[in-house]
């Protein structure tokens, strides 16, 4: 079992920036990838960047070159760095883990971008 704790989630305005935190209650190393979705009101979940073990990114095209996921082995947690947002960019945003053949979620933090 996972369990991931999400914290940094907030109202920002336009253009500001914001850093996610998902905090894994294991290893991370035991984890085959690690990352973000989000879930905006009326909307299906998408997402928003993912982490390799070994250290691969992906991105969803929306935030490229806004966003930056990365991880702190030490802390066996996984930040978003998110800049430069949007008022699109608002939405629940959920961690996610798969281990093995179980993926594994958080509670969702809300980010709020106001215009």
């Known amino acids: 079992q996972v369990q991931l704790v999400e914290s940094g989630g907030g109202l920002v305005q336009a253009g500001g920036s914001l850093r996610l935190s998902c905090a894994a209650s294991?290893?991370?190393?035991?984890?085959?990838?690690m990352g973000w979705y989000r879930q905006a009101p009326g909307k299906q979940r998408e997402l928003v960047a993912t982490?390799?073990?070994?250290?691969?990114?992906n991105y969803g095209d929306s935030v490229k070159g806004r966003f930056t996921i990365s991880r702190d082995n030490a802390k066996n947690t996984v930040y978003l760095q998110m800049n430069s947002l949007k008022p699109e960019d608002t939405a629940v945003y959920y961690c996610?883990?798969?281990?093995?053949?179980?993926?594994?979620w958080g509670q969702g933090t809300q980010v709020t971008v106001s215009s």
């Open positions: 982490l390799t073990s070994g250290g691969s990114t």
């Open positions: 294991v290893n991370i190393f035991s984890i085959a990838a």
């Open positions: 996610n883990a798969l281990r093995g053949f179980e993926q594994y």
